[in-house]
């Protein structure tokens, strides 16, 4: 079955550093990839979205790389700041729908 | 613009009453979609519709689920009976039209937080 894995303990990066969070899926290729955000209390927010022929998307402090050979995708936040604390959730789309991973919460330290 | 609009925003109940989701979509947005997000199981796809047609309710969990989008900007999510299981903070999203469901994002609502005692 379609698989998507995510760091499942939190990320604790220093204000100012690069924040790398992973995403990994098995047993099947994904067309896209969307990356979400979650806030406590609050819905996911679209962030970013990567086509398969893509190998990498910026958006400002984000970044993102999708790596068809390896199932993997990468999301980087340059310059990180507190505000960018949350839970980031992915989501390569599967036959029909978006398949999620259970999202990894980083935590920006001042 | 308003966002996806969903109601309420909590909900206490007690085992074996009946709950009704409410769920307002983007004006213009075609796709709606349901999630139900638990601690164990992360965000699950319940059910979704396209020009308010169910497309796929695979997600589901059993009959004493349903929903239903009698037009354009509105859909609602029953659950009848309750059951303290289904507990969770439930979600609507919607999205446009263009293109396959996988190639534009979802908007959400804040969700409801329901519990069933």
């Known amino acids: 079955s379609q698989k998507i894995e995510q760091n499942s303990e939190a990320l604790n990066i220093q204000e100012g550093k690069t924040a790398t969070l992973t995403c990994n899926y098995t047993?099947?290729?994904?067309?896209?990839l969307q990356w979400y955000r979650q806030d406590p209390g609050r819905g996911p927010v679209f962030l970013l979205l990567?086509?398969?022929n893509e190998k990498e998307k910026r958006k400002e402090r984000l970044k993102v790389t999708f790596d068809t050979t390896l199932k993997q995708s990468l999301f980087h936040i340059t310059a990180s700041q507190p505000a960018d604390s949350a839970t980031y959730l992915c989501?390569?789309?599967?036959?029909?729908?978006?398949?999620w991973g259970a999202g990894t919460k980083l935590i920006i330290k001042p | 613009d308003a966002g996806v609009i969903q109601s309420p925003r909590h909900e206490v109940t007690e085992m074996g009453q009946e709950v009704t989701l409410r769920c307002k979509p983007i004006?213009?947005?075609?796709?709606l979609f349901w999630y139900r997000q638990t601690m164990m199981r992360g965000l699950e796809l319940l059910i979704y519709?396209?020009?308010?047609?169910?497309?796929?309710d695979s997600g589901m969990p059993e009959d004493r689920f349903s929903a239903k989008m009698p037009n354009a900007s509105f859909s609602t999510l029953k659950i009848q009976p309750s059951e303290p299981r289904d507990s969770a903070v439930y979600f609507c999203?919607?999205?446009?039209?263009?293109?396959?469901?996988?190639?534009?994002?979802?908007?959400f609502g804040d969700g409801t937080r329901l519990s069933i005692l």
């Open positions: 999203a919607s999205s446009t039209r263009t293109g396959r469901v996988g190639n534009q994002p979802q908007h």
């Open positions: 004006s213009g947005h075609d796709y």
């Open positions: 519709f396209n020009n308010n047609v169910p497309i796929d």
């Open positions: 047993n099947y290729s994904p067309a896209y």
């Open positions: 990567i086509r398969e």
């Open positions: 989501a390569p789309f599967g036959r029909y729908q978006l398949i």
